[in-house]
């Protein structure tokens, strides 16, 4: 369970960070690689990386492209608009991802 949630933290930071569309499919992309290569060496199963690359990824891209790269808030000075920016954007987040897993497995 704490790997799923450190990966979700992790992709969450590196997304907000980088702020670019596209950033949410390579972050999940690239997690996927290592982390098949680390437990699996080269008999990884490619169908996780398509379905955590085009999904997980996929919304994160979306959230970028309709906040305009303002995601999680974090150029907002205003702190009150910055953090509901923050946690309405997790939330509806977090959704979409507990959606998408129970639907592709």
Do not use: C
Request: aromatic share 18%; net charge neutral.
């Amino acid at each position: 369970m704490w790997r799923g949630v450190l990966r979700i933290i992790t992709s969450f930071t590196v997304v907000a960070l980088v702020r670019k569309v596209g950033s949410g499919i390579a972050v999940f992309t690239v997690y996927d690689l290592i982390s098949d290569f680390i437990h699996l060496g080269f008999r990884g199963d490619p169908l996780w990386l398509i379905e955590d690359a085009l999904t997980y990824g996929l919304f994160m891209d979306v959230v970028i492209f309709i906040t305009k790269s303002n995601l999680f808030g974090v150029l907002y000075d205003d702190k009150y608009k910055q953090n509901l920016s923050a946690i309405v954007e997790g939330l509806l987040l977090g959704f979409a991802f507990s959606f998408v897993h129970s639907f592709f497995t």
